[in-house]
């Protein structure tokens, strides 16, 4: 198989974020054949259709760092059991203008962590829909509820303990697996 590029994107704004400590452990336990480069969405404004006429260059930038992935992660918290807003408008920001939605037949996978016994679980259910929406073929399972308790990780993202490492290098060999069937049957257009 060939390198797959993949644009992983984090649903939080926060610097210490547990949601950045699990890309980087995803990431030290993803296939080689995965590459990895972090889309940022710190920066977009406020979506509204008032700038599709004339779109700002963190909005082209975003759009742009999607159309060069071959496949999206989202690594996401919850908040007040939906995502949080930040992830939602850089969605947003992504699906339009209307034709130009950026997720469509983009491979995806979703999994968060939070300190709550649910693991972001209905953040993730909320996104699963909106990225059904955006027409993006997600990956079904496993699914990634990850409890976040204070050692899981280190700071590099090293994960401490074995039954969590095995499950997250699992997660992302399956990953890679929907990415390859998914680009063999939707190619990509661009
Ligand atoms: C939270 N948190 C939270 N946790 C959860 O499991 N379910 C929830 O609905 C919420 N809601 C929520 C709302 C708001 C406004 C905040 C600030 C926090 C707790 C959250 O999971 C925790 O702060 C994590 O550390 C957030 O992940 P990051 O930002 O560190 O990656």
């Given at each position: 198989m060939?390198?797959?590029k993949v644009g992983y994107i984090i649903g939080s704004l926060?610097?210490?974020s547990i949601n950045r400590?699990?890309?980087?452990?995803l990431i030290g336990l993803a296939p080689s054949e995965l590459e990895?480069?972090?889309?940022?969405?710190?920066d977009l404004p406020l979506y509204s259709y008032d700038y599709d006429s004339e779109c700002p260059s963190e909005g082209r930038a975003l759009k742009a760092a999607i159309a060069d992935a071959d496949a999206i992660l989202f690594v996401t918290p919850e908040c007040n059991r939906s995502i949080p807003g930040a992830l939602k408008n850089a969605i947003d920001w992504a699906s339009r203008p209307w034709?130009?939605?950026s997720f469509m037949h983009k491979p995806s996978a979703v999994i968060g962590t939070s300190p709550g016994v649910i693991g972001t679980a209905v953040a993730q259910q909320s996104l699963r829909s909106v990225l059904s929406y955006?027409?993006?073929p997600q990956m079904n399972a496993p699914e990634g509820y990850i409890k976040f308790i204070p050692g899981?990780?280190?700071n590099d993202g090293e994960v401490t303990g074995s039954g969590t490492e095995e499950f997250l290098q699992g997660f992302m060999e399956e990953y890679r697996d929907h990415?390859?069937?998914?680009?063999?049957?939707l190619p990509s257009r661009i």
């Open positions: 060939t390198t797959c926060a610097v210490q400590t699990l890309s980087n452990a990895f480069t972090e889309i940022p969405i710190k034709g130009k939605n955006c027409n993006s899981i990780f280190r990415i390859v069937r998914v680009l063999t049957v």
